[in-house]
């Protein structure tokens, strides 16, 4: 009759065969490890298991058993049907949320040693591996049914050599690579035992007056206190991640480090690490002697005894040199240290938490922070809480074809300003006024005065809708939950000054300038264009609810001239106005080696906009242009726009950019 196995499995645990049906729960009274176990975590024990009972039942198999799945003379089928063989257990729950979030389940840590085969199935046993590695670079005699392993996941990603890509495998599965009888063979280090004595009979005497066997013992500061393994995590999105292992006492300060292009877990990594770390502490006596020719069948990897003085050596051998004698080198080795001890399980880091809502994101059109951004770009900054490791920004003209634009790796420092900031001093210390703030979270410090003159502790705080001051302090002052008080300022910095008499409301925009906030790249056609913004989880589809939708147009802040200082009127005999004035710089003007601060733009060109009145809105009565920085305005023509020569003259004076036009106005009464 047809046969259907409904629960065909195996726990992922040293032994797990020898008892398929028991399983490990810490939490129940029916917990058993197999027989004989040494209850570690065994995957290739789970694969070779389920790879038998398909092989046993598989007519095609050249492992089949004979007679064990017969044809039916009745339905004409075998016994078995190979798709009717259901594993135990697939499960539903997606990996590797299972089992890594334990929050959410509370059987996670039962998978190591479980018979789920989620996240496992997809791995390649070792030897299969490096079968496949020499296939692909064209070496077709091999033999690696002697190593034993599973291998998650590997990558090579660049151009190398079939040793250069074994070699890290050799290093994290602990077996040697050597070419015998016209094969490449492996070896695997564990379990192997010594199978030839030597004594100093069987040594070959080199020189009358030399030693038959040469051993040297490293020193403890030259071997390895630690050992450092990099690996790619098998938890979440394939983060980078490190294992390490050290020892507790000794003098060494020695720290030995690998990077394995290998998907692991966390035990799994630190597994490793610690076999590495014992296994350089085992091979410290090193060991050369020469052995007659008819030791031919030594070979590289095998194990000996040799007996020297009255001590025994338990030897692996790394190198033979040929010259009719044998020249043997050879390592000390302890093969205890690769059986595997158990490690209590290192849980990975816990992927961010869930973010409950929107993330706040703010697009600030301020001038570029350093002068090598493009000075058509502006910046975007973002926070959230809890902040879900890294936000996206996503732009495009219409509500679909988004394309990245900018990542955030870290949330930026965002608040909002208690009470009102007067008016105060721009470019220079302000040691009266002080600004308050409550920020959302992080932390503000005070720095030194020499900081403060290098562009530390720069914010940005949202004087009116989408125009921004920059100011700089030097103290803060925590005097309540998250809220600061800001003390020796620097006011518009950057040529953000604002035009007198304007105060910086309560409830304003504050964000910390410090480098979470990221410039976003724009070309100078789409500066002044409306664009759509999405802000998000990086690790979310665009179109998930967790993300911000908005518009927002650049307007292209870093591409306008600041606005002229030390604006002078000298009146002559006849009344003619001569007006002078200082052109600043928006980029390279720090330096004080030039005689002459670079012009950034294509041209020096002003306006000059005389004004009928000191008036706040006052009309503009003339315009005057000019190509440096001074310029005349005649008593004639004070007389036909004002009706006289005034005692006193209202100007504003703009740098003219080719690209916007005119920049921040300077105004004056001269």
Not at 9 to 20: F, I, T, Y
Not at 238 to 252: C, K, L, N, V
Not at 647 to 660: A, D, E, G, H
Request: proline residues 8%.
């Amino acid at each position: 009759k047809p046969v259907w196995f409904l629960e065909l499995g195996c726990p992922a645990v040293d032994k797990g065969a020898n008892q398929p049906n028991v399983f490990v729960d810490p939490k129940s009274s029916e917990s058993f490890f197999p027989y004989f176990s040494n209850r570690t975590r065994d995957d290739a024990m789970q694969r070779a298991y389920l790879q038998a009972f398909h092989d046993a039942f598989d007519p095609a198999s050249p492992d089949a058993v004979a007679g064990l799945n017969p044809i039916s003379s009745i339905y004409g089928g075998r016994m078995l049907d190979l798709s009717r063989m259901h594993v135990y257990c697939w499960d539903a729950r997606p990996y590797p949320a299972f089992p890594n979030r334990t929050r959410t389940w509370g059987d996670g840590p039962n998978y190591a040693l479980g018979h789920w085969i989620s996240g496992r199935i997809a791995s390649v046993s070792l030897g299969a591996l490096l079968q496949h590695i020499l296939d692909d670079y064209g070496f077709y005699l091999s033999d690696a049914h002697a190593v034993s392993g599973m291998v998650p996941g590997f990558v090579i990603d660049r151009i190398m050599s079939a040793r250069d890509a074994i070699q890290p495998l050799e290093l994290a599965y602990f077996f040697d690579s050597l070419e015998s009888e016209g094969r490449i063979v492996f070896r695997q280090r564990a379990g192997t035992t010594s199978g030839l004595t030597l004594s100093s009979a069987d040594l070959v005497e080199t020189r009358a007056d030399a030693a038959l066997a040469h051993i040297t013992r490293a020193q403890e500061t030259d071997l390895p206190a630690a050992a450092k393994v990099a690996y790619i995590s098998s938890a979440g999105a394939y983060p980078q991640a490190i294992a390490e292992a050290r020892r507790i006492s000794g003098a060494s300060h020695r720290v030995a480090t690998a990077t394995l292009p290998l998907v692991l877990d966390a035990s799994s990594a630190s597994a490793i690490a610690d076999t590495w770390l014992f296994e350089n502490w085992a091979a410290r006596e090193k060991a050369t002697f020469t052995l007659p020719p008819s030791q031919l069948a030594l070979e590289p990897g095998d194990i000996v005894t040799l007996q020297a003085g009255d001590r025994s050596y338990l030897l692996r051998i790394t190198e033979i040199g040929e010259h009719g004698a044998r020249d043997i080198h050879a390592l000390s080795i302890d093969p205890s240290v690769y059986g595997v001890v158990p490690i209590s399980d290192r849980p990975d880091n816990p992927e961010p938490p869930t973010p409950a809502g929107k993330p706040l994101a703010l697009f600030l059109d301020i001038p570029p922070l350093t002068d090598d951004t493009s000075d058509s770009a502006g910046y975007v900054a973002g926070a959230q809480s809890p902040w879900p490791g890294t936000l996206a920004v996503w732009r495009s003209p219409e509500l679909s074809g988004f394309s990245l634009k900018a990542l955030l790796p870290t949330p930026a420092i965002t608040g909002v300003t208690v009470g009102v900031l007067p008016t105060g001093p721009v470019w220079r210390l302000d040691h009266t006024n002080t600004l308050i703030v409550d920020i959302d979270s992080g932390t503000l410090e005070s720095i030194t005065r020499l900081q403060l003159l290098g562009g530390e502790n720069l914010a940005a705080i949202e004087r009116t809708p989408d125009h921004w001051e920059l100011i700089q302090f030097e103290t803060a002052t925590l005097i309540g939950t998250h809220r600061y008080e800001l003390s020796t300022l620097l006011r518009g910095q950057r040529g953000t000054e604002a035009a007198p008499g304007t105060i910086i409301p309560a409830g304003a925009r504050f964000v910390l300038l410090d480098g979470s906030v990221l410039p976003v790249t724009m070309s100078a056609d789409e500066i002044a264009q409306p664009f759509n913004w999405k802000v998000g989880p990086a690790s979310r589809d665009i179109g998930d609810s967790s993300y911000l939708s908005v518009a927002h147009t650049f307007r292209g802040v870093g591409l306008l001239p600041w606005s002229p200082v030390h604006l002078r009127g000298v009146r002559n005999a006849g009344g003619d106005l001569t007006i002078t004035w200082a052109r600043r710089t928006r980029k390279y003007g720090d330096s004080w080696l030039p005689e002459e601060i670079p012009l950034v733009e294509d041209s020096e060109s002003y306006r000059i906009d005389i004004l009928a009145s000191s008036a706040p809105n006052a009309a503009v009565a003339r315009t005057i242009t000019a190509t440096s920085a001074t310029t005349t305005y005649t008593a004639a023509q004070q007389t036909t726009d004002l009706g006289s020569i005034s005692p006193s003259i209202t100007l504003r004076i703009s740098q003219l950019s080719r690209t916007l036009g005119p920049g921040t106005p300077a105004t004056a009464t001269l």
